[in-house]
């Protein structure tokens, strides 16, 4: 048989500016080049291992997780293929089918797929609706409270630090509180956060933080991090009763290959642009200030944004979306031809974007390119 | 704080001839470097995604995906993380907490902890023993049908096509049969053969299958795969409740990044590599052959060999290794000189290893390093 062509080329990130916030947090800076070069074959991370990953001293895997751990104050960490898989290893090991846990109702939907995949039930805090979609304190202790009230009990709470949809930041230390006060352990979803911001596990109350490299932490996909305090060491990395080395829930052996190679080479340049969080959100408050001298275009979410994931409505570029030749889909291609890509095709109503790590001229060039095709797409 | 340096570079594979079997079969081919370097950011794969990984057309992963199926011969295929997150997978879906499974004596020990991770007991078909220590088919049957006696019902048979410890070929066609005509469903881990010999699911009655792309089909590191029959594609690849694009074993999407590039873009070269086998396994058998002119070097497992991985037990060098200066290191050290690596340090009563890929004079070159050091160590 013949393969087919699979288009196995991929320019948009070096031909042009990506909006797409998913993407912004995961470009390799040189390090990780290069290590992502030394560490393509296959199992290249285990030529001198001696059976557990995470005490892989050649290259240093053991040295880098204790980097690791204190980058992000926790007693201990692995490495897992993504938040996701991080989010499923904890409910996994802490909870049963038929359990109940909370989530914050602004949860990303591997949340969700990590409760159903091990049967457990989800009570969700409410946001704030319209339009600060806001997860409040308050309200997260009232759910926590009344499902305690009503299940008897709750085995697991999950939080989720800066969402996917509005780019809020929760007041993780304030919840991490009232669930450490209610007797419930809980996991601190930081896929939009961990590389981007600094994180404090212990500071902030929290049983477990998982991580996406991918996401945020200039790695290659996919993997994650999971961060725990010592309490839940035994259970979360109990070994297995045959292979006294293996950890059950890691399946042994979890990041084998380039991606915790790059993950690793990318750690001191994360660790520095995180000491460089506060420039970033000045810069994302004026690029939203920008976007919204466009007469029909207003962020959503929390605002002053506190991140840079920002969402806008957008009924100046749906107006015009009505009248125009190419219909909705004159937005993608009036960016394209400025050379700004990550806007989905169609969309027009609203959008998610980011200008996370371009330089201050990409960032007002970006802004320029949305006022510019509002003024002149119908000419 | 300061990162600790974690000497990221590996030049073991560009300078020496390694004999580690868990690398041989996951080098890349230039056009997987390509690919990698293509694909080295974050969430590379995912710039046009609509929701589901396997559907994504650009790059083409639902072309691929395919071909893939075609090339292994099953209804419906996915990329998981490797062959691991496969059979959890499976075990997962189709088993409850303790529920019983068989498995085959010479089980990687992956299989183990997917069992062990869900719970499930394991019934275990023995080998014969030394000097073989095959899995027959007649023991695999007897040992299925006092499982089903005993327990009742057995939801789960695995067998390992290739064992990582003897480089034993099983019979899966036959054992398959066996476990169909019981009505058990049947998961063949094909790690150590999917992308070195021809894998045809259905010829072999199997039910699902599990490959490794790292470990045997020239891909970067953690990615496997997971091919099975229609009738459990409505099984595992049940779709969440709640998010009715998202499959739930996957947790929505597995391998979002470098590794799903390189092993599309080796699956020609991978394809190529598999229609010459028959060779391949000759020239093991060569290698065998001149090892075993040394006096105190035997090969175990099934002879003559069926795979390139090769286990020797070799009296010859632990006797060297009692009079020589560096005691058990000299092995170690005098491969190393010779630009020959991948044997444990340390390590002289016996090994495994591989000469998979290498060119017919570097395998013979390999071969003679041992002759010379069994010859001259003591000099």
Redesign the interface.
Known sequence: ?E???????????RENLNL?P??R????PA??????????????V??YCAGRLDEIA????N??L??LA??INVDAVRTV??A??GK?AVV?ALCKPGDTMVVDGNAH??T???A??NGVNMVEVPNTGAPEYEITPEKYKETLENAIDEKGEIKLALLTHVDGDYGNLTDAAKIGKICQDAGVPVVLNCAYSMGRLPIDAKAMNMDFVVGS???SM?????IGVLGMTAEWEELLLQR????AK?E??M??C??????I??L??S??YV?ERVSKWDEEVQQARNFVEKMEEIDGVVQVGVKPTQHDLVRFETPAFHEIAQKHPRRGFFLYEELKKRKI?GIKRGQTEWFKCSVYGMTPDQKDYVAGAFHEIAETALD
Chains 1, 2 share one sequence.
């Open positions: 048989m393969c087919q062509n699979y288009g196995l080329s991929r320019s948009i990130e797409n998913l993407q947090g995961g470009i390799l390090a990780a080049r290069e290590a992502l070069y030394d560490f393509g074959d296959g199992y290249s285990c030529d050649k290259p240093s895997i040295g880098f204790e980097d204190k980058f293929h993504g996701r898989e499923f996994h939907y591997t969700h797929l990590a159903e995949r490299g991918h996401k200039a790695a290659s996909g996919p297995s009763s045959r292979h293996k059950i829930e399946l042994g979890t990041s084998r290959g380039a991606p190679a790059t690793m080479a750690l001191p660790m890509v």
